[in-house]
């Protein structure tokens, strides 16, 4: 009984080590390989909203147009579309 607590006190730091180090790990490399940066993307998600547990509700800009979706398990559904506002100081952490 003695063993199998020394091996507890020993193995679980060990372990939680082992995942925060694979944890940070992935976001150097995501931030390494992630992809382009958030500038040169064309598609931005300007909002979402919950409407049910299975439907959400997206606002995407798309090359100067805000484009509202709706979002639900068999996929998307255009419902509106119009011309993209401008971004004010807030949006843009200015």
Known sequence: MVWYVVKLIVLLPLI???I????KLMQKMQ?????????TKSVRIVETTM???TLKLAVIEFHGRE??????RNGLVR???APAR??????TGE
Not at 31 to 39: E, F, N
């Open 20 to 23: 925060w180090g694979s944890l």
């Open 16 to 18: 939680g080590a082992l």
């Open 31 to 39: 931030a390494k390989y992630g992809g382009p940066p958030q500038g």
């Open 86 to 91: 401008e971004r004010g100081a807030e949006e």
């Open 51 to 53: 409407l049910s547990p």
């Open 67 to 72: 484009i509202l979706v709706s979002a639900s």
């Open 79 to 81: 419902l509106a579309e």
